[in-house]
C-alpha cells in the first residue's frame, strides 16, 4: 500500500484526499497527515525536511516522490482520465515544481485553512494512518 502524506491544516490538501479517496476504488492509498505522529515518524524514517509542506508519497517499494513527482506519481494510479495526467513528467521537474511551489505559496491566501476536516466514513477512517503503530 502507497501512504500520502498530506498537510492537515490544507483546504486544498484536504479537498485532493478526497477526490483521491472517491476513485481510488481499489484502496492502494492510506494517508497521513503531516502532522501527525505517523506523519512525523514517517518524516524522520524517510528524511523528509521537518520544513516540508506539500505532498509526499510513500510508495510500497519504499521510494519517496515529494511535490508533482508525488501528484503525478498518485494521478497514475488513479481510473482515466486522471491517470493520462502522469504524461505531464515530459516537463522537466524543475519547471513543474516551480509551478507547484508558486501554487502552494498562495494555497492558503486563495483557498484558506481548515479549521475542521470532513469526518471520514468508517471505511475511508480505515485508510488514514494516526500513529506509529497503524503503519
Not at 502532522?35 to 509542506?53: F, M, V, W
Not at 501554487?103 to 483557498?111: L, M, P, S, V
Not at 494516526?130 to 503503519?135: H, L, Q, R
Request: glycine share 4%; with cysteine.
Amino acid at each position: 500500500m502507497h501512504i500520502i502524506l498530506f498537510d492537515g491544516e490544507c483546504n486544498v490538501c484536504d479537498s485532493s484526499v478526497q477526490f483521491i479517496l472517491k476513485r481510488d476504488q481499489e484502496g492502494m492509498f492510506s494517508f497521513a497527515s503531516l502532522q501527525s505522529e505517523a506523519g512525523k515518524y514517517l518524516r524522520e524514517k524517510y528524511n523528509i525536511p521537518n520544513d516540508t509542506d506539500s505532498m509526499v508519497l510513500v510508495k510500497e517499494n519504499n521510494d519517496v516522490k515529494i511535490k508533482s513527482n508525488a501528484v503525478l506519481d498518485i494521478c497514475r494510479k488513479l481510473p482515466l482520465p486522471w491517470k493520462l495526467l502522469y504524461g505531464l513528467t515530459i516537463v522537466p521537474n524543475s519547471i513543474r515544481n516551480k509551478a507547484y511551489d508558486w501554487f502552494a505559496n498562495n494555497r492558503f491566501k486563495w483557498f484558506g485553512k481548515k479549521q475542521q476536516c470532513k469526518l471520514p466514513t468508517p471505511e475511508e477512517r480505515q485508510r488514514f494512518i494516526e500513529s506509529v503503530e497503524d503503519i
